[in-house]
């Protein structure tokens, strides 16, 4: 079946340029995580939903980073005025509820801030 | 907050040795501990978990890992390694009954030689 999907796939922007990130989450997944992975480090959770409840945005980096989700569906990762700092791998995991455990990890999005 | 350790970012043993992998943990409570696997060109996926219960979990694949609190170490063998082993291995936790964020080890690069 399919699994979790990502858009795009590579993504190289301007400096102070926004760009936006989707993820397609398993069809039926309630819970959905976003994690950032620099290049070299381990992945640096960002933001997680749980189906209709308020997220837990506390690993946002900064104001600049916001997502939405809606429903149980697709969820979008926007970045304002980017900096290079922001240049990594932006990771997208899904799982049937946040006490599975087991989560469902998307190929990735990687950004290239010049 | 957690912090996982991954000792050595990248490891090369010869088809049919031992792998050993190591990851130690921060938590002074037992925390849930995974080992996901990346493959070239794919996303990660679970190898195996631990959630309080067998201190001794086995994973697809021919992998198992052992908890040892004494040791805050939860560390990944396999008997015998294979080519296909070939990819990165990252270490995770999350805090028993916040299983919202999961803590990611910085990744290590198994190499199999022939």
């Known amino acids: 079946g399919a699994g979790v999907s990502q858009s795009p796939s590579n993504k190289v922007t301007e400096k102070g340029k926004d760009v936006e990130l989707r993820c397609d989450p398993i069809?039926?997944?309630?819970?959905l995580y976003w994690y950032r992975q620099r290049l070299g480090q381990g992945l640096e959770f960002l933001i997680y939903?749980?189906?209709?409840?308020?997220?837990?945005k506390s690993g946002l980096p900064s104001d600049r980073f916001s997502a939405e989700r809606t429903g149980e569906s697709v969820s979008t990762l926007t970045i304002q005025r980017t900096q290079q700092e922001d240049s990594a791998v932006y990771l997208c995991?899904?799982?049937?509820?946040?006490?599975?455990?087991?989560?469902?990890f998307g190929p990735g999005t990687r950004l290239t801030v010049t | 907050a957690q912090s996982v350790t991954q000792l050595g970012s990248h490891v090369s043993v010869s088809e049919g040795a031992l792998v050993l992998l190591r990851c130690n943990y921060s938590s002074s409570v037992p925390p849930y501990l995974f080992w996901y696997v990346q493959y070239p060109n794919q996303g990660l996926q679970l190898l195996l978990k631990y959630t309080s219960a067998a201190t001794l979990v086995k994973g697809i694949n021919g992998f198992e890992a052992e908890f040892k609190k004494s040791e805050t170490s939860f560390h990944l063998t396999k008997p015998s390694a294979h080519m296909s082993d070939a990819a990165e291995y990252f270490c995770a936790v999350s805090d028993q009954g916040n299983f919202n964020k999961f803590y990611f080890g910085s990744g290590t690069k198994l190499n199999v030689k022939p």
């Open positions: 069809s039926g997944h309630t819970a």
């Open positions: 995991a899904s799982s049937v509820t946040g006490a599975s455990y087991e989560q469902y």
């Open positions: 939903f749980q189906g209709n409840s308020a997220p837990d």
